[in-house]
């Protein structure tokens, strides 16, 4: 079994910055991939990056690329995200996951608690 436990969410302005973190513990070499997912209220739960564990290969949708980056620590038992300039469209609860790979939720196993990311003006 995988825990993921997630820090840095926060608020910031339109155009600013923000780090969050993703803590793994446990049986995580079952895990090919980690990855981040948002949900803002009435809307589904979409994935905005992946990283394979094996390789620091990573993937993201249009609506982030270039703003955001995923990425490891050597010991690959913590996953982070780099969320740079930040828009409104990108207020929503941000989910750590852990299991398979790909944007789809249906491939994941594992969750974080989420931690709420909100971007004003």
């Known amino acids: 079994q995988v825990q993921l436990v997630e820090s840095g969410g926060g608020s910031a302005q339109a155009g600013g910055s923000l780090r969050l973190s993703c803590a793994a513990s446990?049986?995580?070499?079952?895990?090919?991939?980690m990855a981040w997912f948002r949900q803002a209220p009435g809307k589904e739960r979409d994935g905005v990056a992946f990283?394979?564990?094996?390789?620091?290969?990573?993937g993201y949708p249009d609506s982030v690329k270039g703003r955001f980056t995923i990425s490891q620590a050597k010991a690959k038992n913590t996953v982070y995200l780099q969320m740079n300039s930040l828009k409104l469209e990108d207020t929503a609860m941000y989910y750590c996951?852990?299991?398979?790979?790909?944007?789809?939720?249906?491939?994941?196993?594992?969750w974080g608690q989420g931690t709420q990311v909100t971007v004003s003006s």
């Open positions: 446990g049986a995580t070499y079952g895990s090919a991939c």
């Open positions: 996951a852990a299991g398979g790979c790909g944007l789809g939720q249906l491939n994941y196993h594992y």
């Open positions: 990283i394979f564990r094996a390789t620091g290969a990573t």
